[in-house]
Antibody, heavy 118, light 107 residues
């Protein structure tokens, strides 16, 4: 599968951003999808996943209420809506195809950098 | 949340060396563990899933073992392309969590 993120950039604290991930090369609506992020110089952090039809979503607790994962199977796209952004949300955000009920990721996009700074 | 630890955090090795990285979970995760390789500026690459299953296309010098709380990733003969950071990840229960990584340097 081929995945490409877009929508990253510089945003002020308290602002919002919507990341998109365009999928190709596989049957998008047959797979769970995930978001994983990596702060500069730091390790990987699992953020969220969503099942094939969007009826099941899981999000790491500290981000609940600020981040929302969604998908549009007709557009073969995955989204991450990020609100009330904080400097500690600065990271590269990776979109990934997930297997085994969203457990592990076998195909990744190159990532989109989100910088939260005034 | 399940905490994942890795040891060592860094290691130096020669090309051709056998390398072993350990990953421990704060509680049993059965065999719901994956290993990834990441080089600077790139996305992670899946190496191993379900603790010991080699992902398609990954060289056979990589192997994984373990269950419960202790797991190992072994590279039987280190190659130049293997100098990277390795992460374990549990997918036994939400939130899924990664280990802090092990950076493999050239000696």
């Amino acid at each position: 599968g081929h995945l490409v993120e877009s929508g990253g950039g510089l945003v002020q604290p308290g602002g919002s951003l919507r990341l998109s991930c365009a999928a190709s090369g596989f049957t998008f609506n047959e797979y769970w999808m995930s978001w994983v992020r990596q702060a500069p110089g730091k390790g990987l952090e699992w953020v969220a996943n969503i099942n094939q039809d969007g009826s099941e979503k899981n999000l790491v607790d500290p981000l609940k209420g600020r981040f929302t994962i969604s998908r549009d199977n007709d557009k073969k796209s995955l989204y991450l809506e990020m609100n009330s952004l904080r400097p500690e949300d600065t990271a590269v955000y990776f979109c990934a195809r997930a297997l085994w009920f969203g457990g592990f990721c076998d195909s990744w996009g190159p990532g989109a950098l989100v910088t939260v700074s005034s | 949340d399940i905490q994942m630890t890795q040891s060592p955090s860094t290691l130096s090795a020669f090309v051709g060396d056998r390398v072993t990285i350990t990953c421990r979970a704060s509680q049993s995760i059965s065999d719901w563990l994956a290993w990834y390789q990441q080089t600077p500026g790139k996305a992670p690459k899946l190496l191993i899933y379900r603790a010991s299953f080699l992902e398609n296309g990954v060289p056979s010098r990589f192997s994984g073992s373990g269950s419960g709380t202790e797991f190992t990733l072994t590279i039987s003969s280190l190659q130049p392309d293997d100098f990277a950071t390795y992460y374990c990840q549990q997918y036994n229960s939400y939130p899924y969590t990664f280990g802090p990584g092990t950076k493999v340097h050239i000696k």
